[in-house]
């Protein structure tokens, strides 16, 4: 069996056999199913009344220990959100009830932001789809296989400065 990256890769080995295209086996496979992926997950929030941003934020808050309670720099550090849309997103679930703001009491100058009630009745709906869709998105690979490829995507990211804490 092949796929499309084989085909390119095949084309550019006739036109090109001096250039090692080899490293587009991995990064334009990374690429095409970040996209598919990308594809299936946005469906999945949409049906939820969401983005991707937007569940990120309300899963940040989520996953850490009640009060569900981050400032807006632990909450981009700790989410996939840029600092420049995090502004954008807490004004937007702000507005829908989903978070709160409110001064940190140990620090006037700094805000904290909580997960609501409602928000946290949608991450709780929201979440098991999530999950859902990503056991159907990778039920072509055996759990071996899959933590292969999260070994592997782990070494890759550390190596680009993607690196816990």
């Known amino acids: ?3 499309h990256v084989d085909l390119v890769l095949e084309q550019w080995g006739t036109q090109r056999p001096d250039l090692d295209a080899s490293p587009m086996a991995v990064l334009a496979r990374l690429s ?3 996209r598919l992926v ?3 997950l946005t469906r999945t929030f949409a049906e939820h009344g969401l983005d991707a ?3 990120d934020v309300l899963a940040t808050l989520r996953r850490n220990p009640p009060p569900h309670r981050l400032s807006p720099t632990e909450l ?3 989410s996939m959100v840029t600092s420049g849309a995090i502004t954008q997103r807490l004004d937007r679930l702000e507005a829908r009830g989903l978070v709160s703001r409110s001064a940190d009491e140990s620090d006037g100058r700094s805000v904290l932001v909580a997960l609501t009630d409602a928000g ?6 929201a979440l098991p789809a999530h999950i859902d869709t990503e056991q159907r998105l990778l039920a072509a690979l055996t759990p071996k ?3 292969a490829v999260a070994d592997g ?3 890759l990211l550390e190596s680009l400065g993607d690196a816990r804490g």
């Open 1 to 3: 069996m092949a796929d």
């Open 32 to 34: 095409r199913a970040a």
């Open 38 to 40: 990308g594809t299936e």
């Open 53 to 55: 941003s937007s569940f």
């Open 76 to 78: 981009m550090r700790s």
């Open 120 to 125: 946290r009745e949608l991450i709780d709906e």
């Open 145 to 147: 296989q899959r933590a």
């Open 153 to 155: 995507l782990r070494v």
